[in-house]
């Protein structure tokens, strides 16, 4: 389906290089981000109350080639479901040329993406990492793009050490997220199987999803709201995705929340970092505006700034253990429309009688129509220049 290789090797040639640093001043980022990270988790454990009961451990950190190749190796686990589902079935194959060709450019496309996020993303958490067979490394892994973090924060012109540990607030709030709310990964994990296996194979139906997808980059090209994500999907797909939106905002929001509440007591200049922050969040050129609209990168945003305030609400409202009530099951995971208005939220999981938890379809992987619920990062989801 995707020539891997060629998307590692094509996303590594096109990736612009990092900012220019001696040596000395990149042993120096390298050892900041470590020691950084195990003292954000610490802080963000203590804010959040919550507690996976794990030793806070040091970030990877990588360069953008490694940022690369550590996600394509995340998108071969994650599609694995859908590329069994291609190859079984009894389905009839293509002829191997064609097969051959169709995954090389695929790998083309995959990597030129790639390549174009790896100058922009600060960090994120790893949800799927491939099998380790001695069945000892953690289920994910935490992630810091070096070169990426000391651009932004030349550009800014803010302090090195207080924007490192601002990212890593963000970005050790994921972990946490994730490490100790036992049943959110693989909640995330089968949502996100679930949307896949919910996609068209026939041809006819992937060469009108072709049709809407040319009609979406012509749509963002004139500097409209199209975007990629929305023009290949299914309608069952649509239905999905709001609940793998509706936990993502959660997610993201709350990385957001919690490096700006922690942040006045460990980071001085956190207030100048955030509003410059966001000023280059919604900046540059038309191009680069043009692909983040066409990758659903301002979506992204818009998800930063919608959880947050959701987060913000209920955390002023009902008080930290009121809103960590959210981490409880699916079941109390608020919907996009409790996002947008937090009070329905409140009243249905915190002042209301008990919940029952009943896993989605009998367990806690499954999902239901009648469950409001939902799904980086990343994960993705780390601070990212918009």
């Known amino acids: 389906m995707i020539d891997w290789d060629l998307a590692v090797s094509t996303g590594t040639r096109l990736v612009r290089p990092g900012p220019q640093v001696t040596r000395e001043e990149a042993r120096q980022a390298v050892s900041d981000l470590r020691r950084l990270s195990r003292e954000a988790e610490r802080h963000v454990r203590e804010f959040t109350r919550i507690d996976g009961g794990a030793a806070p451990q040091a970030a990877t950190i990588v360069d953008r080639p490694g940022w690369i190749k550590a996600n394509v190796e995340g998108f071969r686990v994650?599609?694995?479901?859908?590329?069994?589902?291609?190859?079984?079935?009894?389905?009839?194959?293509?002829?191997?040329?064609?097969?051959?060709?169709?995954s090389r450019i695929t790998g083309v496309e995959v990597g030129a993406v790639?390549?174009?996020?790896?100058?922009?993303?600060?960090?994120?958490?790893?949800?799927?990492?491939?099998?380790?067979?001695?069945?000892?490394?953690?289920?994910?892994?935490?992630?810091?793009?070096?070169?990426?973090?000391?651009?932004?924060?030349?550009?800014?012109?803010?302090?090195?050490?207080?924007?490192?540990?601002?990212?890593?607030?963000?970005?050790?709030?994921?972990?946490?997220?994730?490490?100790?709310?036992?049943?959110?990964?693989?909640?995330?994990?089968?949502?996100?199987?679930?949307?896949?296996?919910?996609?068209?194979?026939?041809?006819?139906?992937?060469?009108?999803?072709?049709?809407?997808?040319?009609?979406?980059?012509?749509?963002?090209?004139?500097?409209?709201?199209?975007?990629?994500?929305?023009?290949i999907q299914t309608p069952e797909q649509k239905k999905i995705l709001e609940r793998l939106t509706a936990v993502m905002t959660l997610v993201e929001g709350h990385g957001d929340y919690v490096m700006d509440a922690v942040g006045p007591s460990v980071v001085p200049s956190v207030s100048e970092i955030r509003t410059r922050f966001q000023e280059r969040r919604e900046g540059g050129s038309r191009v680069d505006r043009t692909v983040r609209r066409l990758l659903g990168i301002d979506l992204k945003m818009k998800q930063y700034a919608e959880g947050s305030a959701f987060v913000r609400t209920v955390v002023e409202r009902a008080g930290m253990d009121g809103f960590n009530k959210v981490w409880g099951s699916p079941s109390t995971l608020p919907t996009q429309a409790e996002i947008a208005d937090p009070d329905r939220w409140i009243a249905r999981v915190v002042t209301a009688p008990a919940l029952e938890t009943p896993h989605l379809n009998g367990s806690p992987n499954g999902s239901a129509e009648t469950a409001p619920g939902p799904v980086d990062g990343d994960g993705d989801g780390p601070p990212r220049e918009g």
């Open 78 to 102: 994650v599609l694995e479901p859908l590329t069994r589902r291609m190859s079984g079935e009894g389905r009839t194959q293509p002829p191997a040329i064609v097969a051959a060709v169709g």
């Open 114 to 231: 790639l390549a174009f996020l790896a100058s922009r993303v600060l960090g994120q958490y790893e949800l799927f990492l491939p099998p380790d067979p001695s069945g000892k490394a953690p289920t994910g892994r935490l992630t810091l793009v070096a070169p990426n973090i000391v651009n932004a924060e030349r550009e800014l012109g803010v302090d090195p050490g207080d924007f490192r540990l601002w990212v890593c607030l963000h970005e050790e709030t994921h972990r946490v997220q994730f490490t100790g709310v036992p049943w959110l990964r693989e909640y995330v994990r089968s949502q996100m199987t679930e949307f896949l296996l919910a996609s068209d194979l026939d041809l006819p139906t992937l060469l009108e999803r072709l049709r809407t997808a040319a009609d979406a980059v012509a749509d963002a090209v004139r500097g409209g709201e199209g975007n990629l994500i929305d023009a």
